[in-house]
């Protein structure tokens, strides 16, 4: 069975800062794929970023950047320079099959002004 | 485009009530999946159909949750009778099939159901 911890509950930086999410997920299956998606107010999912375990480069985009670490098994993700804007409940999630997705629990982020 | 739709926003029953909830794919999507958030919890996989059939529904709970997508479009998800633990928000989602390149899953903004 898969297993996805976020261990954070809830994390609070003023604007500008950076702030990392950790993300440590259980699986005994080589081949799998890891996401991140962002729940803001308005309630929906929003998706981020797709890896598969296969690919283990760093990713950056914009001010959001990914660490993916086999070795730790680990996938976290670092918003850099945070904005009001920023502020939501991120989730870390992995699947076997592409299909059925196995959440971590979120961390909710908020940035005061 | 639009995207995924669910209806209600939120609703509120009493114990032993019946409840359907609806979600519409986004247009041409043949997969469709059912996730529930209780309390703060792991958002957790109800049910995945493909088109009309479903495809893994090892995530349902149990005999009280029926899940239909007749025509392969929308979807609904009834829960008869509402328990307590029903409680919660369930998340629809949708995402193309793999062949075409695409592995995101589009979600939609969820029902609240309360069950007092």
């Known amino acids: 069975a898969q297993k996805v911890t976020q261990a954070q509950t809830e994390i609070s930086v003023v604007e500008k800062e950076d702030v990392t999410l950790d993300c440590v997920y259980e699986?005994?299956?080589?081949?799998?794929?890891l996401f991140w998606y962002k729940q803001p107010p308005s309630g929906e999912l929003v998706f981020l970023i797709r890896?598969?375990?296969?690919?283990?480069q760093n990713e950056i985009s914009g001010r959001y950047s990914w660490n993916f670490q086999k070795s730790t098994s680990s996938f976290n993700f670092t918003i850099t320079a945070s904005q009001v804007v920023d502020s939501a409940v991120y989730f870390c999630?992995?699947?076997?099959?592409?299909?059925?997705?196995?959440f971590g629990a979120g961390t909710t982020v908020t940035v005061r002004a | 485009e639009a995207g995924v739709t669910q209806f209600p926003s939120h609703s509120v029953i009493e114990k032993g009530q019946t409840v359907t909830l609806r979600c519409d794919p986004i247009?041409?999507?043949?997969?469709l999946y059912w996730y529930r958030r209780v309390m703060g919890k792991e958002i957790k996989f109800l049910l995945h159909?493909?088109?009309?059939?479903?495809?893994?529904e090892s995530g349902m709970p149990n005999n009280r949750f029926l899940a239909e997508r007749t025509g392969g479009t929308y979807s609904t998800l009834k829960v008869q009778p509402a328990e307590l633990e029903d409680s919660g928000v369930y998340f629809c989602?949708?995402?193309?099939?793999?062949?075409?390149?695409?592995?995101?899953?589009?979600f939609g903004p969820g029902t609240r159901l309360t069950v007092t």
């Open positions: 989602a949708s995402s193309q099939e793999r062949t075409s390149g695409s592995h995101e899953q589009y």
């Open positions: 699986t005994r299956d080589t081949t799998y794929y």
């Open positions: 890896r598969n375990s296969f690919d283990e």
């Open positions: 999630a992995l699947t076997l099959n592409d299909y059925k997705l196995s």
């Open positions: 247009s041409g999507h043949d997969n």
């Open positions: 159909f493909v088109k009309e059939s479903k495809q893994d």
